[in-house]
């Protein structure tokens, strides 16, 4: 557990960019710093592994100061992902992730074949390693920037917007990625964001800062959603909060209906189309029972003929929901 005992940051100009905090940031699992710009969010970041000194109060890891560790040795226990991903320029893609583990005394051999590994756990096409960052996607780069991080092997990942200067899909894509990634590795990651969605989305508990750096709300994200603390919370989380809230509902309780005639179907059973006049019209999103309840919604919605599939892992259609009954189970 990370913990933030009444810290306070004030800069020599006399900005306060945190102020007073105190929070728990839980071991194994993701916390997201969300709030608008300024508020102090890479502030309280990098307090952490200390390549900021905090004025006052108390920064703990495992109940240990960590103004009491070695600042190198710390550091090297937290891996931290930037915003272009800081990758050298000068080396290659799999000598960037390689840097660590040499760094620890690793053979150059053995560093490379670990740099491999973690860069197919990070999803990089392993064609891409000897080539240099710039011949890189912003995406591809990010994935190298995470898999760099994860070098170490660190306890805890500190990651100050690392998916902010890519385009929605690789973005969407990063987002899932790293939840993939988690679901495996379980570190402690401190996630900076300015996207409440993205914090929504990521995060296992969520801190609001207000400018001025004081912390307006720690939550799980469906407890902010369903519980703002103030009117500040509520206009940060936006207007459509009862629609995100779909998100943490699992769609494995609809009533499903069977699968109709009139969608054609692959010979695994896969949906193709839904017949209509001699045309085949798209399916919109399909969803699985796993996903939640904004899913099945989207693929009510994006539905050419308002029926929203539900396939199985396989991609077998399993039956479909229609407005109707989508209704039902929405209404309080
Ligand atoms: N070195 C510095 N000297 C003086 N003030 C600073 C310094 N670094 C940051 N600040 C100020 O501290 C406040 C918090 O900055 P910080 O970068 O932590 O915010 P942030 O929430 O991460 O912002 P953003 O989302 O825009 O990146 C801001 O008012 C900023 O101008």
Partial sequence: MIEFEDVTKQYPDGTVAVDQLSLRIPSNEITVFVGPSGCGKTTSLRMINRTIERSSGRISIDGEDINDKDPVALRRGIGYVIQHAGLFPHKTVVDNVATVPKLLGWDKKKSRSVAMELLERVGLDLKLAERYPAQLSGGQQQRVGVARALAADPLIMLMDEPFSAVDPIV????????????????????????????AIKLGDNVAVLRVGGKLAQFDPPKELLANPTDDFVESFIGQDRGYRKLTFLKADQLPLGPVPAELSLGDNGEPLGWQSNGELLPIGAAFQTGDSLRAAMDAVLTSPVGQGICVDEAGKAVGVIDYTALAGVLRP
């Fill in 171 to 198: 973005r969407h894509q990063l987002q899932e990625e790293l939840l993939r990634l988690q679901r495996d590795i379980g570190k402690t990651i401190v996630f900076v964001t300015h996207d409440i969605d993205e």
